[in-house]
């Protein structure tokens, strides 16, 4: 088996992705398309677009921490109208496949921002950014109860076109993330995307305040990949015991290489998305497409498809 | 911003000067499209964030970039992107300017001074630091002007004080019609509200962390208020470094004013 030959092709629910390698929420856009072409990754996952402009937290906004970032934007975005008008179709021109974060501050919001979004040239889904430290100061935590996950996921399946699938975004503090999973599979979510950033903070030696304006921010990098992977694998377990029903789960947390994909293809994402890997090397998702089919290649797997879920198998 | 480049560049000379290393990296692709105000963004052992540093001068024709920074001899390879950011703005028409720098901020107006005395310009120099050790230009400056001005916080070296102290002076006696300026915000506010006072154009350099330094993480904005008049957070990596010094909202940097619209 030569890498050339390895089939990198990932079947995401009704998308036929190129390949499993896309952007995480937020991490792509005019800024990457100058290091990568867009159309090159399995598709693309807008910053989170909310119904009206947002300016975000103040600075600071991001501290290093050992192996990973702490961040707190507050999810400073133009608002929809200002996305539907000039982001998405730059986004569209490049061949990109759009998968558009979208978040509102009430289930109506996420509703009408989905209704909304249907149809729209090169959106490909939606991911519910249901939940994350973002959300927890503005008084916004769908995630961490399934019921409201439940209504939530309900109201946006309902309001957004039915060729176009909706991904839920789980957060990882919650209680039993398999609950709050099968509660947005049951209400109809395509997908899910694990995981959102693990909430942290940091202080500053100097002033001994927390380092970030906003206090708590959401940690990701190298640091979260075992806690991202736990999820996954969590999560598809519950799926082969029928705890839920099977959907393809997009995994992302900490992947810098190759074999941090695999590794979460083999947990059971049937793709991986790259965040904070971005910010140190806007080249990285080429160099780790070719370091998959070579991993893939050296363990005598065909198909990307053939390492999903591996870590379940018993033989 | 000019198109930029990641690469492994080799260190093909380090060089001390003053507290700093003077790093000089191969860089052939990313050098011809270096503008004075343009930075690199090297990555050092963090897995995730990497350091932005301003170019000090670029060598088109021997295909290197020259950086000024702190800590020890450096050697090997560098991972390194460049260039990045929005340079100076540069006129053919000759211009008086100033040029203010604090401690290693300065090198970056030294390739500026250089390009504006080629077209004809006048320069001065006004270059602050804590002690005379953290100056940095001094030298290179006087080969381009006699008009250097030394400032520091000890009084080690030049006249005793902050460096825009002197700069009202030092504008009026070379009649500055720009300054160019390049330091942390607590040098560049002042810098520009002088330049504000005697009616001439600043472009202030914004040193700041900038962790990603491409424009993805949207971690280093500051309020800047656009051409239509409203306040929008600007990324200091992609908008900037390099701001018109009258257009950012220097006291409500680190806050999120009432009046700001989202982006």
Same mark, same amino acid.
């Given at each position: 088996?030569?890498?050339?030959?390895?089939?990198?092709?990932?079947?995401?629910? =009704?998308?036929?992705?190129?390949?499993?390698?896309?952007?995480?929420?937020?991490?792509?856009?005019?800024?990457?398309?100058?290091?990568?072409?867009?159309?090159?990754?399995?598709?693309?996952?807008?910053?989170?677009?909310?119904?009206? =402009?947002?300016?975000?937290? =103040?600075?600071?906004?991001?501290?290093?921490?050992?192996?990973?970032?702490?961040?707190?934007?507050?999810?400073?975005?133009?608002?929809?109208?200002? !996305?539907?008008? @000039?982001?998405?179709?730059?986004?569209?021109? @490049?061949?990109?496949?759009?998968?558009?974060?979208?978040?509102?501050?009430?289930?109506?919001? !996420?509703?009408?921002?989905?209704?909304?979004?249907?149809? %729209? =040239?090169?959106?490909?889904?939606?991911? %519910?950014?249901?939940?994350?430290?973002?959300?927890?100061? %503005?008084?916004?935590?769908?995630?961490?109860?399934?019921?409201?996950?439940?209504?939530?996921?309900?109201?946006?399946?309902?309001?957004?076109?039915?060729?176009?699938?909706?991904?839920?975004?789980?957060?990882?503090?919650?209680?039993?993330?398999?609950?709050?999973?099968?509660?947005?599979? @049951?209400?109809?979510?395509?997908?899910?995307?694990?995981?959102?950033?693990?909430?942290?903070?940091?202080?500053?030696?100097?002033?001994?305040?927390?380092?970030?304006?906003?206090?708590?921010?959401?940690?990701?990098?190298?640091?979260?990949?075992?806690?991202? %992977?736990?999820?996954?694998?969590?999560?598809?377990?519950?799926?082969?015991?029928?705890?839920?029903?099977?959907?393809?789960?997009?995994?992302?947390?900490?992947?810098?290489?190759?074999?941090?994909?695999?590794?979460?293809?083999?947990?059971?994402?049937?793709?991986?998305?790259?965040?904070?890997?971005?910010?140190?090397?806007?080249?990285?998702?080429?160099?780790?497409?070719?370091?998959?089919?070579?991993?893939?290649?050296?363990?005598?797997?065909?198909?990307?498809?053939?390492?999903?879920?591996?870590?379940?198998?018993?033989? | 911003?000019?198109?930029?480049?990641?690469?492994?560049?080799?260190?093909?000379?380090?060089?001390?000067?003053?507290?700093?290393?003077?790093? /000089?990296?191969?860089?052939?692709?990313?050098?011809?499209? &270096?503008?004075?105000?343009?930075?690199?963004?090297?990555?050092?052992?963090? *897995?995730? &964030?990497?350091?932005?540093?301003?170019?000090?001068?670029?060598?088109?024709?021997?295909?290197?970039?020259?950086?000024?920074?702190?800590?020890?001899?450096?050697?090997?390879? /560098?991972?390194?992107?460049? *260039?990045?950011?929005?340079?100076?703005?540069?006129?053919?028409? *000759? /211009?008086?300017?100033?040029?203010?720098?604090?401690?290693?901020?300065?090198?970056?107006?030294?390739?500026?001074?250089?390009?504006?005395?080629?077209?004809?310009?006048?320069?001065?120099?006004?270059?602050?630091? *804590?002690?005379?050790?953290?100056?940095?230009?001094?030298? +290179?400056?006087?080969?381009?002007?006699?008009?250097?001005?030394? &400032?520091?916080?000890?009084?080690?070296?030049?006249?005793?004080?902050?460096?825009?102290?002197?700069?009202?002076?030092?504008?009026?006696?070379?009649?500055?019609?720009?300054?160019?300026?390049?330091?942390?915000?607590?040098?560049?506010?002042?810098?520009?509200?002088?330049?504000?006072?005697?009616?001439?154009?600043?472009?202030?350099?914004?040193?700041?962390?900038?962790?990603?330094?491409?424009?993805?993480?949207?971690?280093?904005?500051?309020?800047?208020?656009?051409?239509?008049? &409203?306040? +929008?957070?600007?990324?200091?990596?992609?908008?900037?470094?390099?701001?018109?010094?009258?257009? /950012?909202?220097?006291?409500?940097?680190?806050?999120?004013?009432?009046?700001?619209?989202?982006?």
């Amino acid at each position: 088996m030569e890498p050339q030959d390895v089939d990198l092709r990932a079947p995401f629910g =009704p998308l036929a992705l190129p390949n499993p390698l896309l952007t995480a929420a937020g991490c792509a856009g005019r800024e990457l398309a100058k290091f990568v072409p867009l159309d090159a990754l399995g598709a693309v996952t807008t910053r989170t677009v909310m119904p009206r =402009p947002r300016a975000g937290h =103040p600075t600071p906004r991001a501290a290093a921490t050992p192996a990973g970032l702490l961040t707190a934007l507050g999810l400073p975005g133009p608002g929809i109208e200002a !996305f539907a008008e @000039r982001e998405l179709p730059w986004l569209a021109e @490049r061949g990109a496949r759009v998968v558009v974060s979208i978040a509102g501050e009430r289930i109506e919001e !996420f509703a009408a921002l989905a209704g909304r979004l249907g149809g %729209l =040239p090169g959106v490909v889904g939606l991911e %519910l950014n249901i939940g994350g430290p973002s959300h927890a100061d %503005l008084g916004l935590v769908f995630a961490a109860n399934p019921a409201i996950s439940y209504d939530l996921v309900r109201a946006v399946r309902r309001a957004a076109p039915a060729e176009l699938p909706v991904y839920a975004k789980l957060a990882p503090d919650v209680l039993s993330i398999t609950d709050i999973a099968a509660a947005c599979v @049951r209400a109809g979510a395509d997908g899910l995307s694990m995981i959102n950033t693990v909430p942290g903070l940091e202080i500053d030696p100097d002033t001994l305040r927390p380092a970030l304006a906003a206090g708590p921010g959401g940690l990701s990098g190298p640091a979260v990949r075992p806690v991202a %992977l736990r999820c996954v694998h969590l999560v598809h377990s519950a799926m082969l015991a029928g705890r839920l029903p099977t959907v393809p789960i997009l995994g992302m947390g900490g992947i810098t290489g190759g074999l941090d994909a695999l590794a979460f293809a083999a947990a059971g994402a049937s793709a991986v998305a790259i965040g904070s890997a971005l910010l140190h090397d806007p080249t990285a998702p080429l160099r780790i497409l070719d370091e998959l089919r070579t991993a893939l290649a050296a363990r005598g797997l065909a198909a990307f498809t053939d390492a999903v879920g591996l870590a379940h198998r018993r033989d | 911003m000019a198109h930029p480049v990641r690469c492994r560049a080799e260190v093909v000379g380090c060089a001390a000067e003053g507290a700093y290393q003077r790093l /000089v990296l191969r860089a052939p692709e990313a050098a011809p499209r &270096v503008r004075p105000g343009h930075f690199a963004s090297l990555a050092g052992e963090h *897995p995730v &964030v990497r350091d932005a540093v301003p170019i000090a001068r670029a060598d088109a024709a021997a295909g290197t970039l020259e950086l000024v920074v702190a800590g020890g001899p450096r050697t090997g390879t /560098v991972d390194l992107i460049a *260039p990045l950011g929005t340079p100076f703005p540069l006129t053919d028409e *000759p /211009v008086r300017a100033l040029l203010v720098g604090h401690g290693a901020h300065s090198a970056p107006l030294l390739a500026l001074g250089e390009q504006l005395k080629a077209r004809g310009g006048q320069l001065g120099f006004l270059l602050g630091a *804590p002690t005379a050790a953290a100056l940095h230009g001094v030298e +290179r400056a006087g080969a381009l002007t006699q008009d250097v001005l030394v &400032v520091t916080e000890d009084g080690s070296a030049g006249l005793t004080g902050l460096v825009f102290e002197p700069l009202a002076q030092a504008a009026r006696a070379i009649d500055a019609s720009v300054v160019f300026a390049a330091g942390p915000p607590d040098v560049l506010a002042p810098t520009a509200a002088v330049a504000a006072d005697l009616g001439i154009r600043c472009w202030a350099l914004l040193a700041t962390d900038l962790p990603c330094g491409t424009g993805l993480c949207a971690a280093c904005v500051v309020p800047v208020i656009g051409a239509d008049g &409203v306040s +929008r957070f600007a990324r200091a990596c992609t908008e900037g470094p390099v701001f018109d010094g009258t257009r /950012v909202r220097w006291a409500d940097i680190g806050t999120v004013p009432a009046d700001l619209e989202g982006v």
